[in-house]
């Protein structure tokens, strides 16, 4: 055990300075350097837009959500300089709900975001849990996940333009550019 210590303690009083030598003295950076996008990207603050009216809603399909109809409001899309697509989502459920919701996307990373909830008066109520979650991409009745793939992130690859969603909207989804 002595020789052990004999050997190896010139060599832990060496490191320090080997350490630097080689460029270690960052080593503690190590995980920030691949999290360099979530230290430099910025949220811009989402401005609530007017209620959704109807002649305004464009409606899209989910499969297996039968007798649930789902629009975006066209006059509320919109994509910041941030890369966020912001929009509002109207549901009407079979037995005569309606939820209307303003929502995020955040393309690059496959999260949503849910800003605000509407009254029945036409009104809107702050969300105030509101933060980035990530989308359920194997739950296909999920309509973040429908929205994300087939209308406002370019299929997956990006963020798409305002015209490109809204011709997406019309056409029926991105598979069918």
């Known amino acids: ?5 004999v050997f190896i303690a010139p060599i832990v009083l060496a490191m320090p300075a080997h350490a ?7 080593w503690g950076r190590f ?3 691949f999290e360099e996008e979530a230290v430099t990207w910025q949220e811009m603050q989402a401005q609530l837009p007017a209620y959704p009216k109807a002649e305004h809603l464009v409606a899209f399909a989910i499969d297996g959500r039968a007798g649930y109809r789902f629009a975006v ?3 509320s899309l919109s994509v910041g300089a941030d890369g966020v697509t912001r929009y509002s989502v109207v549901i009407d459920a079979p037995a005569g709900a309606r939820t209307v919701n303003f929502e995020a996307l955040r393309c690059p990373t496959g999260e949503r975001k849910i800003y605000a909830f509407g009254r029945p008066d036409g009104t809107w109520s702050r969300n105030r849990a509101a933060r980035w979650e990530i989308i359920k991409a194997r739950v296909n009745t999920d ?3 429908v929205l994300f793939y087939e209308y406002l ?3 997956g690859e990006g963020v798409a333009s305002v015209p490109q969603i809204l011709e997406r909207l019309r056409r029926g989804g991105y598979r069918t550019d």
Not at 1 to 5: E, I, S
Not at 21 to 26: A, F, S, V
């Open 20 to 26: 630097v030598n080689l460029g270690l003295e960052n």
């Open 1 to 5: 055990m002595k020789r052990f210590l």
């Open 73 to 75: 409001d066209t006059k």
């Open 143 to 145: 309509y973040h996940r």
């Open 153 to 155: 992130c370019a299929g």
């Open 31 to 33: 995980e920030s350097d």
